[in-house]
């Protein structure tokens, strides 16, 4: 048997139906049945949605994705930021040996050098005999 997907409107009608199938005399599990649910889903559906109406059960699912779409957002920003941290720390890290102009050595952080690249043209020639 396929898995039925209820949205949350659905939901609150079905918990209403079975409420007043109760109210009428029914036992849980019949008004269950009659309602094509399990008697577990009715008590996890009421546990969540208990009190809702449907403009309230539609809202609370809306905010339920919007949280759910925050925290990826909060994750991937705090991996971002712990990767940038982490490149700052290697950075400072990495001492590079120089030597003075006076012949002694020097230990420099990557940070603490300066790079510049210079290009010069070079020769390029052929001589042909």
Same mark, same amino acid.
Request: proline fraction near 2%.
């Given at each position: 048997? =396929?898995? +039925?997907r209820?949205?949350?409107?659905? @939901?609150?009608? $079905?918990?209403?139906? $079975? ?5 009428? !005399?029914?036992?849980?599990p019949?008004?269950? +049945?009659?309602?094509? $649910?399990?008697? /577990? ?8 949605? !208990? #009190?809702? +109406? ?8 809306? *905010? %339920?994705? %919007? ?9 991937? &920003?705090?991996?971002? +930021? /712990?990767? *940038?941290?982490? @490149?700052a720390?290697?950075?400072? &890290? @990495? ?7 006076? !012949? /002694?050595?020097?230990?420099?952080? &990557?940070? /603490? *050098? %300066? ?5 010069? =043209?070079?020769?390029? #020639?052929?001589? &042909?005999?």
């Open positions: 048997m =396929p898995i +039925k209820y949205k949350a409107e659905q @939901i609150v009608t $079905i918990l209403r139906q $079975i409420e007043v199938g109760i109210a009428n !005399g029914k036992l849980t019949q008004a269950c +049945k009659e309602a094509e $649910i399990t008697v /577990q889903t009715f008590y996890r559906w009421r546990k969540e949605y !208990g #009190g809702l +109406k449907l403009d309230q059960a539609k809202r609370l699912k809306e *905010l %339920e994705k %919007e949280n759910a779409k925050l925290k990826r957002v909060v994750a991937e &920003l705090s991996l971002e +930021k /712990q990767v *940038l941290k982490d @490149i720390d290697v950075n400072s &890290l @990495i001492r590079v040996g120089t030597k003075t102009r006076a !012949g /002694q050595d020097e230990y420099r952080t &990557l940070s /603490q *050098l %300066e790079f510049s690249v210079s290009l010069k =043209p070079s020769r390029v #020639g052929c001589a &042909l005999d």
